[in-house]
């Protein structure tokens, strides 16, 4: 079982529309949790941090539920721009010091007029 | 204010070489992960490096190796090129005190023949 799952894409959704993302993770000592969004050929870039009491930011939003090891990402009034592959990541730090970020292996999304 | 820099943009080697890629660290952080990302796939961790030392590694071989220096870039070395270690090799800083937001710089394009 891989560390970090995601919801397997493409999703094609017309503007405007609402689309949610899913992913799991195995290791329940996890402790910090983020969507990043990559653009093709570019790097990945920090979307947003996930809390247990959920957080907004504009059109999206961001749910973690521990007790099932699930985090999830909703895209509201989808634009052209969103089109992007989204990436769940779920980070562990250690006593020894350091931290190791498992990353998903990324939905597709693609927006059309 | 300077992002995360990565050296070279893209690389071509053969089997059997060795490869050495370079990053800069945003200014201010003191954190280096490095991360491999096939096509297709997201980024895998290689290892972690704060204070000079490795701190953290993942599901690599021994081949891959890596250096912090004083002024916190990084390098990582790869021995022993093989075909399948062709990918877009990843950079990411961040500040150990706040967090584990991680920056990316832009990768290095590492292709074996």
């Known amino acids: 079982r891989k560390e970090v799952e995601q919801d397997p894409g493409p999703f094609n959704v017309p503007e405007g529309a609402t689309v949610a993302f899913n992913c799991t993770y195995s290791n329940s000592a996890s402790q910090s949790f983020f969507w990043y969004r990559q653009d093709c050929r570019k790097e990945p870039k920090l979307l947003m941090s996930v809390y247990s009491s959920g957080n907004e930011d504009g059109r999206f939003t961001a749910q973690l539920n521990r007790a099932s090891q699930y985090i999830s990402l909703l895209i509201r009034d989808s634009k052209l721009s969103d089109s992007a592959t989204y990436l769940c990541v779920v980070n562990t730090g250690f006593r020894a010091g350091g931290f190791k970020t498992i990353f998903g292996a990324g939905t597709r999304l693609f927006v059309k007029a | 204010d300077a992002g995360v820099t990565q050296s070279p943009t893209h690389l071509i080697k053969t089997r059997g070489q060795q490869v050495t890629l370079r990053c800069s660290p945003k200014s201010g952080h003191d954190t280096v992960s490095w991360y491999q990302q096939a096509l297709g796939q997201g980024p895998q961790f290689i290892f972690q490096?704060?204070?000079?030392?490795?701190?953290q590694r993942g599901n690599f071989p021994d081949r891959f190796s890596g250096h912090q220096f004083p002024n916190y870039s990084s390098e990582l070395n790869v021995n022993a090129l093989l075909l399948g270690d062709s990918a877009l090799y990843l950079c990411?800083?961040?500040?150990?005190?706040?967090?584990?937001?991680?920056?990316f710089g832009s990768g290095t394009q590492l292709s074996v023949l």
């Open positions: 490096y704060y204070e000079e030392e490795e701190r």
């Open positions: 990411a800083s961040s500040l150990r005190n706040l967090g584990e937001k991680l920056f």
